[in-house]
C-alpha cells in the first residue's frame, strides 16, 4: 500500500525540500526575519569558539534514547532502521538526523527536516534541510503551517507537508520561527572580537620582538665606507632573521650593539573583562564554565544547583525533539503495516560529579544510620 505516491518512479525517493537557487538570490527564510540573522548566528560560532564549543556540549549532554513500539513483534525491525536509516548524502542512523536537527534549532531557532519516502511508499531517507531552502508562513487559518520550498529562483508549495518536521524554539506568538539561544550574544560578542583586536594589536607593537642593530664605525672611517659597512651589516640582519627553517648566528666586526625594542612592555591585560564577557556567554547557555574548559578557579566543580539546572534545560529539550522522533518511527511503522503507537524512552542524563553528589548522599544516608543506632543502643 503507498501511503504517500510520488510521481517520479524512483526507489531512492525525491526531496522536496532540495534548494537549487544560488545562496545570494534566496528570500529571507520568513516574512518577519531575513537570512542575514541566520548568518550571523552562524559567522558567530565561528568566530567565538566558547559559543560553539557550548552548543557541541548541549548536544553530546542530550544523551540517547531507546523508541519501544506497541507491537513486540516488530521491535526489532524499527531498531534495525533506527540504526541504519539513511541520513542526508553520507549519513547514517536516527541518532544522526536528531543530531543535526537539534544543532540546527539551537543556533537558528528553527529546525527543518524531512522524510523522503519513495515510489513504492517505504521511507528511503531522512533529510535536515537547510533554512534557506525553505520558506514557513502562516495560513488563511492561524493554526495552519505552510511550508514553501525555494529553487531555481521560483517557490512552490510543498506537494506533501504530513512529510515535514519542524521545531521553533521559544516561538513569539502568532509567528512561524523561533529564536536562537545565541539571540542577545552579537553584542557581547561583539565586543569580545574588539577586545581580541586590540590584543592582537597590542602583541603586534610590544609582543613581536623588535631588535635595534647599531654600528658604530671607528674613528677616521670615511662616511662612504661606514655606510657600506651599515649597509653590509642590515642585509646580512634581516638574512639572519628572515631564514626560519634554521638557526642563523649574526657575526660582525666592529663596534655593533643589538638590543630588543619593547622587550619590557607588556601586552594589555585585558583578563577581567573577557572573564566577564565570558560569563555572561555561559550563563546565557546554561553550561558551567568548567565543562567549556573556563574554570575561574582551579577548584571549581559543577555544584547540585548548577546540575539541576543544566538537567531542566536538557529536558526541555527533550520533550522539543521527542514528537519529531515518535513521527519518524511511527510513520516507519505505518509502512510497514504495523501498530504505529511507539514511546521515547531517553537514558538518564548523566553529568559531571553525579558519581560524586550520589556518593555524597551515601554517605549521609550511612551516617544517619549509624545516628539512629548509637541513639538505640544509648
Known amino acids: 500500500m503507498k501511503l504517500f505516491p510520488i510521481k517520479k518512479s524512483s526507489r531512492s525517493g525525491e526531496v522536496q525540500t532540495c534548494a537549487t537557487a544560488p545562496r545570494g538570490m534566496i528570500a529571507p527564510l520568513h516574512p518577519n526575519g531575513n537570512i542575514t540573522e541566520l548568518r550571523l548566528y552562524r559567522e558567530l560560532r565561528d568566530a567565538v569558539p566558547v559559543i560553539d564549543a557550548a552548543v557541541m556540549k548541549l548536544i553530546r549532554l542530550l544523551g540517547d534514547y531507546k523508541i519501544v513500539c506497541a507491537d513486540e513483534k516488530a521491535q526489532k525491525d524499527l531498531d534495525d532502521f ?37 515510489s513504492d511508499g517505504e521511507i528511503a531517507a531522512l533529510y535536515n534541510v537547510p533554512l534557506h531552502a525553505v ?31 519542524t521545531t521553533l524554539l521559544n516561538p513569539e506568538p502568532g509567528t512561524v520561527h523561533g529564536n536562537s539561544i545565541l539571540k542577545g550574544l552579537p553584542f557581547i560578542s561583539e565586543i569580545l572580537m574588539k577586545i581580541f583586536d586590540c590584543i592582537g594589536q597590542n602583541f603586534e607593537r610590544a609582543g613581536n620582538v623588535r631588535f635595534a642593530v647599531t654600528y658604530n664605525p671607528p674613528a677616521g672611517a670615511s662616511a662612504v665606507n661606514a655606510g657600506r659597512r651599515a649597509k653590509e651589516i642590515a642585509d646580512e640582519w634581516s638574512r639572519a632573521m628572515r631564514d626560519k627553517g634554521r638557526v642563523c648566528d649574526f657575526v660582525s666586526v666592529g663596534d655593533v650593539s643589538i638590543k630588543a625594542i619593547g622587550a619590557d612592555s ?23 564554565p568548567f565543562l567549556l574548559g573556563l574554570s575561574w578557579s582551579s577548584t571549581e566543580r559543577m555544584s547540585a544547583q548548577q546540575a539541576d539546572i543544566l538537567t531542566s534545560e536538557l529536558e526541555y529539550y527533550r520533550n522539543l525533539l521527542t514528537p519529531v522522533i515518535e513521527k519518524i518511527a511511527a510513520m516507519y511503522l505505518s509502512t510497514q503495516g504495523c501498530d504505529p503507537g511507539v514511546k521515547v524512552e531517553w537514558c538518564n542524563i548523566s553529568l559531571q560529579d553525579e558519581t560524586e553528589l550520589a556518593q555524597a548522599r551515601l554517605n549521609n544516608a550511612r551516617a544517619a544510620q549509624i545516628e539512629q543506632s548509637a541513639e538505640v543502643n544509648v
Open 82 to 118: 533506527v540504526s541504519h536509516v539513511q541520513v542526508g548524502a553520507a549519513g547514517v542512523g536516527l541518532y544522526s538526523f536528531v543530531c543535526s536537527y537539534f544543532d540546527q534549532l539551537l543556533t537558528y531557532g528553527t529546525a527543518v527536516g524531512e522524510i523522503v519516502v519513495c
Open 266 to 288: 607588556q601586552i594589555l591585560d585585558c583578563d577581567i573583562p573577557i572573564r566577564h564577557i565570558l560569563e555572561q556567554i555561559v550563563s546565557k547557555l546554561s553550561i558551567p
Open 135 to 165: 520558506e514557513l508562513r502562516v495560513g488563511d487559518d492561524p493554526l495552519e503551517l505552510k511550508i514553501f520550498a525555494r529553487g531555481a529562483g521560483q517557490i512552490r508549495e510543498i506537494e506533501h507537508p504530513e512529510l515535514i518536521l
